[in-house]
């Protein structure tokens, strides 16, 4: 979920400043692209651990005052020291998951019981665990604490690291990629479950540079010309569930496993240390303020140095639905299916409001008429294509974009365990993926052991532009402009073609889209008439000029959307109309059937439900709770009907039973809509009275 990575200098005085400065910049840059919300580092030379954070990106975090002071600090010490001793940086690129940002003890590295951990991943299950272990105190908000937490407990017992981080790690649930520096001994612990976790020795074998991506590796090999030689076949990446405590005082390095019968061993006992104390030298940011509206988070002025300020909305703001608006909501889903006048077909549940649909005298809907059910190329058929690209040699075999929904986990299963292709996962984070898809990409990689990159945007800027596009489409609102919301999220399809040519991936695999999504009203509210459901890409060429003659023309009418997200909004069209789409989807090999997939992901995997609907598609998605309550509302329809109606017609479900359960999954979601409006910045009030007044597709009794 974010970026770690350090370098261990064996003999601290062999090494300049400068050279060091070089390095440590070259890591952060590299790592930021991972998560760019918060940046911190460690640093343990003479005398005490020294730390840093800030709740800014890596690159500014270079150019803060408090940075240049604390390397400043950190080489006076060491001249001063006449101990030979070796200099280790941890540093991290955080993209946020749990504990906000403006609470700087939240932000990496933390810092508990002696020790400084920098982590990457969630830990899913730390509520549990403070209840189960009381004698810790919980003193944060951040997951990261947790671990420290019963790592302080198990070394009282044991007296071992390894012993010690082996039980830790049969303990949490999710993922975990860490990094801890001890203020008492001299060790350095690193350690995973995923394997995101890659390391490399110089020519000279007096420095260790570790990172979360081999590829960070490679580029840092590169750009560390001159001052130390990597060589990039030297890259080996800590396999899942192994870890290695580095001997700092004598540059040796022990590996150890995490799990099976001999985990924790060799037992490597705690080296002593005789230097104590804490430096932490990260500026608190300001309180919120009193009087509603933003979080100024100012992390320090410096001495003439420029501020590191952001903003954030505040979340007991317009975010939250007032009761009254709730009541509106919940009226609004009663009156549409029990006071609504809405024609459904006789066989589906798709209404009159369908984009493009007709009846015959039956009442049977020219989607059933015209369905055809799909000829699936068959499991044998994947099987060999996955001998063909299975490679031997440990590498990574195929790529698998993973957005933490029950379609990606269960592909991701499928992949590793029948498959039995070594994947990478990936995610492109666009900022409206929820704090429950996280966490669920988290339990799955973890109990997995599959390295998982993310790709992490600019948070902020994306979140800024949605805000701008939803509030130009209430100035102007219509059904075919509602993709607008999503346009940042296309995204996806670039870098998951860059990762792939990146790390000589030639198997992509999307488990995206079973065949039964063909939410066609989508774009058919653009103006673009489909039968049947076909990849975005394949669309044919007229099709595609008309979807970007429509978003044109309201371009024109609307001004508001020229505004910075247009950028997003044309890289999109580029990205899934343009860029060649050459990987394979899992479901046009192998069945979809709803039941076994949840059961195998919640039973296998603990995968999480959300607490404010039974539906269990599109929980991964931030935007679906107020994208499918506006066409709900305006349409009399939302993508629950066309799933369900397509399961109706491959004879999955009967109609009855569709129905109930579209009754259910299209209430509104108030908890995610109001989530949605305070990463956003959105009045959710204000975007809910503006929906609930756009004139209705159906008329009442």
């Given at each position: 979920?974010?970026?770690?990575?350090?370098?261990?200098?064996?003999?601290?005085?062999?090494?300049k400043k400068?050279?060091?400065?070089?390095?440590?910049?070259?890591?952060?840059?590299?790592?930021e692209s991972?998560?760019k919300?918060?940046?911190?580092?460690?640093?343990?030379?003479?005398?005490?651990?020294?730390?840093?954070?800030l709740p800014a990106?890596?690159?500014?975090?270079?150019?803060?005052?408090a940075?240049?002071?604390?390397?400043?600090r950190?080489?006076s010490?060491i001249?001063?020291?006449a101990?030979?001793?070796?200099?280790?940086?941890?540093?991290?690129?955080?993209?946020?998951?749990?504990?906000?940002e403006?609470?700087?003890?939240?932000?990496?590295p933390v810092?508990?019981?002696?020790?400084a951990?920098?982590?990457?991943?969630i830990?899913?299950?730390?509520?549990?665990?403070?209840?189960?272990?009381?004698?810790?105190?919980?003193?944060?908000?951040?997951?990261?604490?947790?671990?420290?937490?019963l790592?302080?407990?198990?070394?009282?017992?044991?007296g071992?690291?390894?012993?010690?981080t082996?039980?830790?790690?049969?303990?949490?649930?999710g993922?975990?990629?860490?990094a801890?520096?001890?203020?008492n001994?001299?060790?350095?612990?690193l350690a995973?479950?995923?394997?995101?976790?890659?390391v490399?020795?110089?020519?000279?074998?007096?420095?260790?540079?570790?990172?979360?991506?081999?590829?960070?590796l490679?580029?840092?090999a590169?750009?560390?010309?001159?001052?130390?030689?990597?060589?990039?076949?030297?890259?080996r990446?800590v396999?899942?569930r192994?870890?290695?405590?580095v001997?700092?005082k004598?540059?040796?390095?022990?590996?150890?496993?995490?799990s099976?019968?001999?985990?924790?061993?060799?037992a490597?006992?705690m080296?002593?240390?005789?230097?104590?104390?804490?430096?932490?030298?990260?500026?608190?940011?300001?309180l919120?303020h009193?009087?509603?509206?933003e979080v100024e988070?100012l992390?320090h002025?410096g001495e003439?140095?420029?501020?590191?300020?952001?903003t954030?909305?505040n979340?007991?703001g317009?975010?939250r639905?007032?009761?009254e608006?709730?009541e509106?909501?919940t009226?609004?889903?009663?009156?549409?299916?029990?006071?609504?006048?809405?024609?459904?077909?006789?066989?589906?549940?798709l209404?009159?409001?369908?984009?493009?649909i007709?009846?015959?005298?039956?009442?049977l809907c020219?989607?059933?008429?015209n369905?055809k059910?799909?000829d699936?190329?068959g499991?044998e058929?994947?099987?060999?294509?996955a001998?063909?690209?299975?490679?031997?040699?440990?590498?990574?075999?195929?790529l698998?974009?993973?957005?933490?929904?029950?379609?990606s986990?269960y592909?991701?299963?499928?992949?590793?365990?029948?498959?039995?292709?070594?994947?990478?996962?990936?995610?492109?984070?666009?900022?409206?993926?929820?704090?429950?898809?996280?966490?669920?990409?988290?339990?799955?990689?973890?109990?997995l052991?599959?390295e998982?990159?993310?790709?992490?945007?600019d948070?902020?800027?994306?979140?800024?532009?949605v805000?701008?596009?939803v509030?130009?489409?209430?100035?102007?609102?219509?059904?075919?402009?509602?993709?607008?919301?999503?346009?940042?999220d296309?995204?996806l399809l670039y870098?998951?073609?860059?990762?792939r040519?990146?790390?000589?991936?030639?198997?992509?695999?999307?488990?995206?889209?079973?065949?039964?999504?063909?939410?066609?009203?989508?774009?058919?509210?653009?103006?673009v008439?489909m039968?049947?459901?076909v990849?975005?890409p394949?669309?044919?060429?007229?099709?595609?000029?008309?979807?970007?003659a429509?978003?044109?023309a309201q371009?024109?009418l609307?001004?508001?959307?020229?505004?910075?997200?247009?950028?997003?909004t044309l890289?999109a069209?580029?990205?899934?109309?343009?860029?060649?789409?050459?990987?394979?989807?899992?479901?046009?090999?192998?069945?979809?059937?709803?039941?076994?997939?949840?059961?195998?992901?919640?039973?296998?995997?603990?995968?999480?439900?959300?607490?404010?609907?039974?539906?269990t598609w599109?929980?991964?998605d931030g935007?679906?709770a107020?994208?499918?309550?506006i066409?709900?509302?305006?349409?009399?329809?939302?993508?629950?009907?066309?799933?369900?109606s397509?399961?109706?017609r491959?004879?999955?479900?009967?109609?009855?039973?569709s129905l109930?359960?579209i009754?259910?999954?299209?209430?509104p979601?108030?908890?995610?809509?109001?989530?949605?409006?305070?990463?956003?910045?959105?009045?959710?009030?204000?975007?809910?009275?503006?929906?609930n007044?756009?004139?209705?597709l159906?008329?009442?009794?």
């Open positions: 979920m974010c970026g770690i990575f350090g370098i261990v200098i064996k003999e601290k005085e062999k090494y400068r050279h060091v400065e070089r390095l440590i910049k070259t890591l952060f840059l590299l790592s991972r998560g919300e918060t940046a911190g580092l460690v640093v343990k030379g003479a005398g005490s651990l020294d730390v840093l954070k990106s890596a690159s500014r975090f270079l150019k803060h005052p940075y240049a002071r604390l390397m400043d950190v080489f010490n001249e001063k020291s101990l030979h001793q070796s200099l280790t940086i941890v540093g991290h690129a955080r993209l946020v998951t749990h504990g906000g403006e609470r700087n003890h939240n932000n990496q810092i508990k019981g002696g020790m951990c920098v982590h990457n991943g830990i899913a299950n730390d509520t549990e665990l403070w209840k189960r272990f009381p004698g810790m105190k919980r003193e944060f908000e951040v997951d990261t604490e947790v671990f420290l937490g790592l302080d407990l198990f070394l009282e017992e044991t071992s690291i390894a012993s010690a082996g039980r830790v790690f049969e303990k949490i649930e993922s975990a990629t860490v801890v520096l001890f203020n001994n001299h060790s350095l612990l995973t479950n995923t394997g995101s976790l890659y490399v020795q110089n020519a000279a074998k007096d420095m260790m540079v570790f990172a979360s991506e081999r590829y960070i490679r580029r840092f590169d750009k560390a010309r001159g001052i130390g030689s990597f060589d990039k076949d030297e890259i990446q396999p899942p192994e870890a290695l405590i001997d700092l004598e540059f040796r390095q022990t590996d150890f496993a995490l099976g019968e001999s985990a924790g061993t060799p490597v006992p080296i002593p240390h005789e230097e104590t104390g804490w430096a932490d030298h990260s500026p608190p940011p300001s919120p009193q009087g509603g509206g988070l992390a002025q003439g140095g420029e501020g590191m300020g952001t954030l909305p979340i007991s317009a975010s639905l007032r009761p608006t709730k509106t909501m009226e609004t889903w009663r009156r549409l299916y029990f006071e609504a006048r809405l024609r459904r077909c006789t066989r589906c549940l209404p009159e409001t369908m984009t493009f007709d009846f015959d005298e039956q009442g020219s989607y059933c008429r369905h059910r799909p699936l190329k499991e058929a994947l099987g060999q294509i001998a063909k690209y299975r490679r031997k040699d440990g590498r990574p075999d195929c698998v974009p993973y957005s933490g929904g029950r379609d986990s592909g991701l299963h499928y992949v590793k365990n029948v498959l039995k292709l070594n994947p990478i996962a990936f995610t492109y984070d666009w900022g409206v993926l929820t704090d429950l898809g996280r966490r669920n990409q988290a339990r799955v990689c973890g109990k052991g599959v998982h990159i993310i790709i992490s945007a948070i902020r800027r994306k979140r800024g532009n805000k701008k596009n509030e130009a489409w209430l100035r102007r609102p219509t059904l075919g402009t509602v993709p607008l919301f999503m346009a940042g296309k995204e870098h998951a073609d860059s990762l040519k990146r790390y000589d991936i030639n198997l992509v695999i999307y488990s995206y889209g079973n065949g039964l999504e063909d939410d066609l009203f989508k774009i058919g509210f653009s103006g008439r039968k049947h459901a990849p975005f394949q669309l044919p060429v007229l099709d595609k000029i008309r979807i970007a429509h978003y044109g371009y024109v609307n001004p508001g959307y020229i505004n910075p997200s247009i950028l997003d890289f069209y580029y990205s899934v109309f343009v860029l060649p789409h050459d990987s394979v989807h899992l479901f046009n090999y192998v069945e979809w059937n709803e039941k076994s997939l949840l059961s195998t992901i919640m039973n296998e995997y603990g995968w999480e439900e959300e607490t404010d609907t039974i539906a599109r929980i991964d935007t679906a107020l994208y499918n309550y066409y709900m509302t305006v349409a009399g329809l939302t993508e629950f009907d066309t799933f369900r397509a399961q109706i491959q004879g999955q479900i009967g109609r009855d039973e109930a359960l009754r259910e999954e299209n209430r979601r108030f908890e995610s809509i109001e989530w949605y409006g305070r990463i956003t910045g959105l009045d959710m009030n204000h975007v809910i009275e503006t929906v007044s756009i004139p209705k159906y008329l009442y009794t």
